[in-house]
């Protein structure tokens, strides 16, 4: 199965610190990147997402990056706080395939 | 605003027994999904439709599980026999069409097998 890959596993920013987590993906045809967010004993949900015709897409403050020729991509999140803190997960899918996930970032902030 | 309901939130069930969790999509959602997660992992999808036909069940595996959708609307995935590695939750999610539009997702069903 195409994989998403998906790191740091884990995160410690400082309050109004910036996040960085970063994806890699292999399929060419995978035309579809969002970002989700998960807390504690909830479903994922939609952060932000982003098609490979443009190179960033900012939302408040959350930024991805796309690298369409290295096939890579990343969230930014400026000015982390503590409400900020939970896990999140980078997604792929193209050609009419379902979202395929990378295994998750928990992200920790400290005020 | 629309959600994605499921139930039941929270099942145990021994080894052998048999289990179904059910899922309402968002009105109008052509495409209904189930992922299955592990703790500290990511979803990994079991099952997609589109209405009432199963478009990938290629990673269901389908000796012990089966999903159904049979009016296109609603849906039902039945895990029997369960086994002590089926503990995870199951999300269902929906979508108005087939990749590139926004993945709801529920809230989860949550089942221990003991």
């Known amino acids: 199965q195409q994989q998403v890959k998906q790191s740091p596993q884990s995160l410690i920013v400082q309050k109004g610190g910036i996040s960085i987590i970063n994806c890699a993906y292999e399929n060419t045809a995978f035309d579809y990147f969002p970002w989700y967010q998960q807390f504690p004993g909830k479903g994922p949900a939609l952060l932000i997402a982003i098609r490979p015709d443009v190179s960033e897409k900012k939302e408040g403050r959350f930024t991805i990056s796309f690298n369409k020729s290295a096939k890579q991509f990343s969230l930014h999140i400026m000015d982390s706080q503590p409400g900020d803190s939970a896990t999140y997960f980078c997604a792929a899918s193209g050609a009419g395939t379902a979202l395929i996930f990378g295994k998750g970032t928990t992200l920790s902030v400290s005020s | 605003e629309a959600e994605v309901a499921q139930s039941p939130r929270y099942k145990i069930t021994e080894k052998s027994q048999a289990v179904a969790f059910w899922c309402d999509p968002i009105?109008?959602?052509?495409?209904l999904y189930w992922y299955r997660q592990i703790l500290g992992q990511g979803p990994e999808l079991l099952v997609q439709?589109?209405?009432?036909?199963?478009?990938?069940d290629s990673q269901l595996p389908k000796d012990r599980f089966s999903a159904e959708r049979l009016k296109g609307v609603d849906s039902t995935l039945k895990i029997q026999p369960a086994e002590l590695g089926d503990s995870a939750m199951y999300l269902c999610a929906s979508s108005w069409g087939l990749s590139g539009n926004t993945i709801y997702f529920g809230e989860g069903s949550w089942l221990t097998v003991v």
């Open positions: 439709f589109q209405d009432e036909s199963v478009v990938d």
């Open positions: 009105s109008g959602h052509a495409t």
